[in-house]
T-cell receptor, first 120, second 112 residues
């Protein structure tokens, strides 16, 4: 149980276009989803926290107009990279916390398999 | 702000041997949680072990155990009887509230 599906697993797009990445909790409801960015051989950097039905909370330095996050339902959050540039090329990972497990820090986080974005 | 530091970018161990990965953190909170995650080449994040700060007893999960030193803000991971499948990037992580902060990672190589 507790599967998080992230789609697509990889995408190549041209500079200036927008790309949407989906994060779905398949067998549980997720009140909170997190979006991370990971550069090669580096750590995961939290970009934003999204709660179902409300606006996402962005980390300092993350452009909210460039990285649009929508958490319209308890099973789906989307990250849209708008007007992508080559420097946006990275590995993006989502994680979700099950609604029934509470919101505390000990509540399990379930990670998607990530999306590799390449902007040419 | 909380920070997590992993001072070993790379470690290697012989198969069946024991290896310890280091992690230190900085926080002013008294109630928090610590985790070790494994990221194999598939990039999937896998929870290895977790520790509640209020518990003095060190967590163990089969071949994985931690040495949690709260006063020193240290949280090391010991892998016993290392297996080839343990080769991966290991991340130490700190959680207080809803946010999870990761360390820089340690790339573990297991030599046959």
């Amino acid at each position: 149980g507790a599967v998080v599906s992230q789609h697509p697993s990889w995408v190549i797009c041209k500079s200036g276009t927008s790309v949407k990445i989906e994060c779905r909790s398949l067998d549980f409801q997720a009140t909170t989803m997190f979006w991370y960015r990971q550069f090669p051989k580096q750590s995961l950097m939290l970009m934003a926290t999204s709660n179902e039905g409300s606006k996402a909370t962005y980390e300092q330095g993350v452009e909210k107009d460039k990285f649009l996050i929508n958490h319209a339902s308890l099973t789906l959050s989307t990250l849209t990279v708008t007007s992508a540039h080559p420097e946006d090329s990275s590995f993006y990972i989502c994680s979700a916390r099950a609604a029934k497990s509470g919101t505390g820090p000990n509540s399990p986080l379930h990670f998607g398999n990530g999306t590799r974005l390449t902007v040419t | 702000a909380q920070t997590v530091t992993q001072s070993q970018p790379e470690m290697s161990v012989q198969e069946a041997e024991t290896v310890t990965l280091s992690c230190t953190y900085d926080t002013s909170e008294s109630d928090y949680y610590l985790f070790w995650y494994k990221q194999p080449p598939s990039r999937q994040m896998i929870l290895v072990i977790r520790q509640e700060a209020y518990k003095q007893q060190n967590a163990t999960e089969n071949r994985f155990s931690v040495n949690f030193q709260k006063a020193a803000k240290s949280f090391s991971l010991k892998i016993s009887d290392s297996q080839l499948g343990d080769a991966a990037m290991y991340f130490c992580a700190y959680a207080s509230g809803s946010r999870l902060t990761f360390g820089e990672g340690t790339q573990l190589t297991v030599n046959p």
